[in-house]
Structure formats: structure tokens, C-alpha cells
């Protein structure tokens, strides 16, 4: 069939789509990105050094089944480190996504259509890279499957009332639904692309993957219901998995972490980040696939919108920390927030100041919001403000608790930051691979958004 | 019957002619029919009926077998398997089993929702005769398709062809099984 001309306009500012598309262009345009369009160099480029840093995670793989997790800078008392830090920035990153494909779906926003899919994408491929570092810090990592309660011949099994097992099931939920949720909405895509590859391996591997889908009404009736459950159910399910992260600081005794706020500071935390992350993958890939009519500035802005919200709750949390560590009484928590304020770990502690609470601040003017380029800008510097957070919160407390002998620095070792670049590697790996393999966008939502796709009131019974 | 027939098929351009044409053949008594849409279309499930199924029931079964599964399994290790005293904690300690039963039961939800998904809708299915009309491959682009199948008793290949082609429908054809 040939390809309809695309007659696109630019958009306007409030518009989730821009004028002018129909159907077809619309399935044209998100398709020729995987079946026929020639791959930009960005792509290479990107792609390229996703797998260079990749390596350096397996060379730091192989060197810490080899030798131990002492390549890395962990030394008592600061044992957790550069991997739950890691761990907790990357599972932070994910929750964007699911906030986006099922919280903005129960809430109804349609312009969420153009930007979940691959922000579900980064959500399952944050949640492998964040999967990683504790399976990696255990020091004997073959051992993973000790975590999960099986039948064993050592008549061991985990302890339940540890908030590190329940982690482990909060996780493995979140990967395993996550995953299901964004197969399960990739499917009528999955179809469009067989039905339009001009290539038989295409064909094949589409078809299979699309399981025969044939957009019969009837199933769509059950694929909607299927959609809303799926969404009811990652909602709780995404706002538990932080909630549940932090209770592995919470239910310890160090001071600056037990405290009864962190499940709500580190979810908005974790959006936060998750949203920074949602337009430091969207602003480049729009720009180098020409898909401004259906990313617009609008969304850029929604996302905006929220990034400032989200970091006035995480200000608001920064300051009643401090606030209830005064107000507590305890010499300890008062020790440990001045330690982070005034301590050796004081510039970290007023950069992630700036990066998170002050930079950000720049969010309520709307031509900052409308600029694309300082977008870009900011959600970087929020992404490492948020990865700071989680280096003061696990490292300065457990750098200087109550027992002044016992205090020790951390240094992070070239392993480490091998490691922690290694993971972004497997992230734009696996998320380059995804760009160039799957649909980026949802095709069939997006055409719920056309005016066309409304039934006219004459034809209602 | 026409040996070999398994319905006719007729190609619209646009939702609402194929949801006006599936009323009237709703209304002409045909009911073993079905349409084809590149996206979902609310006003096809009041159309056809469409709008009870058993996916909410599958998924509630789901969760609360993995609720169950999730306490049960907690319970088990802990008081009768493996009891261990941790911080003089009761064995049956059920505050700390909330979060592995909430995160089971949101984890068989959604298993039970996407099976239940494929399930109902007769998926994995690589083979459907409608795939044999070759202009059916736009169905997952920008056409729309309503099929009146050889099964539905008021079937006639003559007749329903004819019927289909009174219904603005840019192109009408057999499909082959």
C-alpha cells in the first residue's frame, strides 16, 4: 500500500497532537522508524556507547566474580555503598514509567498515549539495571536463588520479617508486571508491524510476537478491561515498590534513616527522578526522529509540570528531615544531619541542595518550561542531584553513626564507577536496541487521539 | 452454506460507518459477526453487546489465590517450617507478612489478567481465515472491517454480500477459510 503524504502543521502550544494526521500517516511515521527509515547516526552513536560502557560493566563483572566485592570501596562501616545507592536511583528512575502508563490511564490523561510506551521501555530496562546491584553487592552473586524460600536440603529459609526479603518480592513484581503490562501493550503494535514489513524474518518474528492479532472487537472489548485491571493493579503495586525500598532504611536504627516519612519522600523522590529521565530520553528522540507532531511541547511541559511538583515534595521532605532531627531531641540524628551539612560529605550534601531544590525552581516560568534545550538541561541535573540523595542517605549515615570510633570514609575505587557507568551502558543498550526494534510509540492509542477516531452523535442508538 | 466460506467481509474507512453497518446487521438478525478496527472503538461494544466479560472474575480469583498463597506461605516457614526467634517476635508475627502477601497479590493479579487476556480472546491464534482477504492487512492501519461469518444461520453468500454492499462500505468480498 503506499504511504499516504504526511500534511502535518506544527503544533500548537496546547495540542497533544499536531493537526493534519490521519490514520495512516500516523501508523506510517511511528513504523518507518523500525521497518524503513535509514538509522540515524544519532542512533549509532547512542547505541554505540551504550555497548562501549556495557563492557566495562562485564570487566567489572568478571573482576567481582573473581576477586570479591572488595574492588569495590566498601569497607566497614560504609558497607552498602556505591551499589544500593546505584540500586536505589535506577528503581527510582522506573517508577515514571509505570506512573505514566497505568496512574495516568486510571486518571484519564490522554497525552500520556504518545509517551508510555517508551517510558514503560525505561522503566523494565532502569529495573534490570537497578536488579543488578543488589545481586552483585551480595558477594557471592551465584548465590542469588538463596533470596527466594524454596525447598532446600540446608532446611534454611529467608527471614521473612526482614525488610531486604520483602524487597526482593517488591522487585521481582515489579519486573515481572512491569513486563507483562508493556507486552501486553505492545501486542496490537506488534501486529501493525507484521502486517506492514516488507521483510520475512520481520514477518515472522512480529507475527509470532503479536500471537495472531487481528484487532477483532471482541477482543479489544477484553484487551480494555485487560488495560484497566492491569493499571489498578501497578498503581498500588509501583507506589509499594519504593515505599517497600525504603523501608530497608527505615526499619534500622541509623540515624538519618529511621524515620517514619521516608516511604512518601522516597516515592516522590523516585518520580521525580523517573521524570527527568522521561525527557532526557524524550527531547533527542524526537528531535532525531522528526516526531515533534506527536511529542509535543506539551508533553515536555506536562512533564515539566510534574518534575516541579514532585521536587517540591522531595524540598519539603529535605527540610522536615532536618526539621524533626532538631525537633527529636536525640543527639544522634542531630549529629548525623549536621555531620551531612557541615561534614566531610558537605559539598555533596549543598550540590544535591542545588541540583534538587534550587535548580529545579527555574520550572515555574513557562518559557523555561517551553524550551526543549533547558529542559534537557535541568532533567540532567536533577537526575544527578537525585543520584546524590541517595549517596548522602546511605553513605554519610553509615560513614559517621553513634560510635565516633567506629567512623570511617568512603572512597569509591575505579570498580565502582565502572560498575555504576556500566549500568547506564546496559540501559542505552538495551534501550537503543528497543528504539530500533520495537514501536517508540503506541500506534493504535495514538489514533484514539485523532478527531477522526470520535463516533459522531448521529450514529449513537 | 457455501462449502469453503467462512463469512463475508466488508471494508469501511471510517469508525462510523462500521459502527452504523454493525447495527444494521445487528438489526437484520445477524449475530455471529464480528469487526476488525485498528484501535478500540467504545461504541462497537454497546453495538455488539460487548460490554460484560470474565476478565474482572479471573483477576480477582488471581489475587486473592496469590493474597492466600503469599500469607500461607509465610505463615508456613515461619511458625511450622523454619521457626526461628527473631527479637523475641511472636512465630506468627502478621504485621511483617503485609508486604509479601500485598506484592503476591498484585503479582497473580496481573499474571491472571494477562492470561486471562489471551485466554478469553483464544490467543496465541497464528491462523485466522480473515487474514485470507488481502486487503485485511489494513485493518491494523487505518480500514475498518465488519465480517457476517458462514456460521450465523440467516448466512447466505449471495444475500449478505448484497446486503453489505447497501451499507457504504468501499469494498465487499468472500473470505475464504
Request: net charge neutral; charged share 15%; with cysteine.
Amino acid at each position: 500500500m503506499a504511504d499516504e503524504q504526511q500534511v502535518i502543521e506544527k503544533p500548537e502550544a496546547h495540542e497533544i497532537i499536531a493537526r493534519g494526521y490521519t490514520f495512516g500517516t500516523i501508523t506510517d511515521q511511528i513504523s518507518a522508524v523500525v521497518l524503513t527509515k535509514r538509522t540515524p547516526l544519532f542512533w549509532f552513536a547512542s547505541f554505540g556507547v551504550g555497548f562501549l560502557l556495557l563492557q566495562g560493566l562485564l570487566v567489572s563483572a568478571v573482576l567481582l566474580f573473581g576477586k570479591g566485592v572488595g574492588i569495590w570501596g566498601i569497607r566497614t562501616p560504609v558497607m552498602w555503598g556505591f551499589a544500593i545507592t546505584n540500586f536505589v536511583w535506577w528503581i527510582g528512575i522506573g517508577h515514571a514509567g509505570t506512573l505514566i502508563s497505568a496512574i495516568l490511564l486510571l486518571l484519564n490523561q490522554k497525552w500520556r498515549n504518545s509517551i508510555n510506551r517508551f517510558a514503560e521501555a525505561m522503566t523494565l530496562f532502569a529495573v534490570a539495571c537497578a536488579g543488578l546491584f543488589p545481586i552483585l553487592h551480595m558477594g557471592r552473586p551465584w548465590l542469588a536463588y538463596w533470596l527466594f524460600p524454596y525447598p532446600n536440603s540446608m532446611m534454611v529459609e529467608p527471614n521473612f520479617r526482614s525488610p531486604l526479603v520483602w524487597d526482593v518480592f517488591a522487585v521481582s513484581t515489579y519486573a515481572t508486571v512491569s513486563a507483562v503490562f508493556w507486552f501486553v501493550g505492545l501486542i496490537p503494535d506488534l501486529g501493525t508491524l507484521r502486517d506492514r514489513t516488507k521483510n520475512l524474518f520481520g514477518k515472522y518474528v512480529y507475527g509470532i510476537l503479536a500471537m495472531g492479532w487481528r484487532g477483532s472487537a471482541r477482543h479489544w472489548s477484553v484487551y480494555e478491561t485487560a488495560s484497566l485491571l492491569l493499571s489498578g493493579l501497578a498503581t498500588p503495586l509501583v507506589l509499594s515498590v519504593h515505599t517497600v525500598v525504603s523501608f530497608d532504611f527505615t526499619i534500622a536504627i541509623v540515624p538519618g534513616w529511621h524515620s517514619t516519612f521516608f516511604p512518601p519522600y522516597f516515592v516522590a523522590g523516585a518520580i521525580y527522578s523517573g521524570f527527568a529521565m522521561v525527557l532526557a530520553l524524550a527531547i533527542p528522540l524526537r528531535s532525531v526522529y522528526g516526531l515533534q507532531g506527536l511529542i509535543t511541547d506539551r508533553h515536555l511541559e506536562n512533564s515539566g509540570k510534574v518534575m516541579l511538583a514532585t521536587g517540591l515534595i522531595v524540598a519539603y521532605s529535605y527540610i522536615m528531615e532536618t526539621f524533626m532531627a532538631w525537633y527529636s531531641g536525640s543527639v544522634y540524628e542531630q549529629q548525623a544531619f549536621w555531620n551531612r551539612m557541615t561534614g566531610p560529605y558537605a559539598f555533596q550534601y549543598w550540590f544535591l541542595v542545588t541540583c534538587n531544590i534550587v535548580a529545579p525552581q527555574l520550572l515555574w516560568f513557562k518559557k523555561f518550561r517551553k524550551s526543549p534545550v533547558l529542559l534537557f538541561i535541568s532533567s540532567i541535573v536533577v537526575l544527578s542531584g537525585m543520584w546524590l540523595e541517595r549517596f548522602m542517605i546511605i553513605v554519610s549515615s553509615l560513614a559517621q553513626d553513634y560510635v565516633p570510633s567506629s567512623w570511617s570514609l568512603f572512597r569509591a575505587t575505579r570498580w565502582d564507577w565502572a560498575t555504576y557507568w556500566g549500568t547506564i551502558g546496559l540501559f542505552l543498550f538495551l534501550f537503543f536496541l528497543f528504539v530500533r526494534l520495537l514501536p517508540m510509540i503506541s500506534i493504535f492509542e495514538v489514533r484514539t487521539l485523532l478527531p477522526q477516531a470520535k463516533v459522531g452523535e448521529e450514529v449513537k442508538g | 452454506m457455501k462449502e469453503g466460506v467462512y463469512g463475508v467481509m466488508a471494508e469501511f474507512d471510517n469508525p462510523g460507518a462500521l459502527v452504523s453497518a454493525t447495527r444494521a446487521a445487528r438489526e437484520q438478525g445477524y449475530r455471529k459477526l464480528d469487526a476488525y478496527t485498528p484501535f478500540p472503538i467504545e461504541e462497537l461494544n454497546d453495538v455488539m453487546h460487548l460490554h460484560k466479560n470474565k476478565l474482572p472474575l479471573i483477576v480477582l480469583c488471581g489475587g486473592l489465590l496469590g493474597g492466600l498463597t503469599g500469607y500461607l506461605l509465610q505463615y508456613f516457614v515461619t511458625v511450622i517450617y523454619f521457626p526461628i526467634n527473631i527479637g523475641g517476635r511472636p512465630l506468627h508475627s502478621w504485621p511483617s507478612y503485609i508486604i509479601i502477601t500485598f506484592e503476591l497479590t498484585i503479582l497473580f493479579g496481573a499474571l491472571s489478567a494477562v492470561l486471562g487476556l489471551l485466554g478469553l480472546c483464544g490467543l496465541p491464534m497464528p491462523y485466522h481465515p480473515v487474514f485470507n482477504v488481502p486487503r485485511f492487512s489494513a485493518a491494523s492501519r487505518d480500514r475498518f472491517f465488519l465480517c457476517i461469518e458462514a456460521a450465523d444461520p440467516l448466512f447466505d453468500v449471495e444475500k449478505t454480500s448484497s446486503f453489505l454492499s447497501t451499507l457504504e462500505a468501499k469494498e465487499v468480498s468472500e473470505v475464504a477459510h
